[in-house]
Nanobody, 115 residues
Framework: QVQLVESGGGLVQAGGSLRLSCAAS????????MGWYRQAPGKQRELVAT???????NYADSVKGRSTISRDNAKNTVYLQLNSLKPEDTAVYYC?????????WGQGAQVTVSS
């Protein structure tokens, strides 16, 4: 059974930083493509960043230069460091794993940025 468990969300002031973590189980983490998506109220889920098994990284323009995605294969964990946070970064952040022909999602972590 595949499980993705996010942690690290919370309330932060504008300009602050946050690090999200996603612990994966039930997959061969080293060959999974991992990513972070977010969904703000009333909006569609959108890509934040992805990190392939070969360490190819892709960032959304909205977070480029302010965020870093990384993975620790020994801990089966992917991270998203968010800096210089803005109120428009407020959303539920979801961890995503692509493994084989399937895509898996975590339960989401709320990030709220106050102005």
């Amino acid at each position: 059974q595949v499980q993705l468990v996010e942690s690290g969300g919370g309330l932060v002031q504008a300009g602050g930083s946050l690090r999200l973590s996603c612990a994966a189980s039930g997959i061969r983490f080293t060959i999974a493509a991992m990513g972070w998506y977010r969904q703000a109220p009333g909006k569609q889920r959108e890509l934040v960043a992805t990190l392939s098994s070969s360490d190819t990284i892709n960032y959304a323009d909205s977070v480029k230069g302010r965020s870093t995605i990384s993975r620790d294969n020994a801990k089966n964990t992917v991270y998203l460091q968010l800096n210089s946070l803005k109120p428009e970064d407020t959303a539920v952040y979801y961890c995503m794993a692509k493994y084989g022909f399937s895509t898996y999602w975590g339960q989401g972590a709320q990030v709220t940025v106050s102005s």
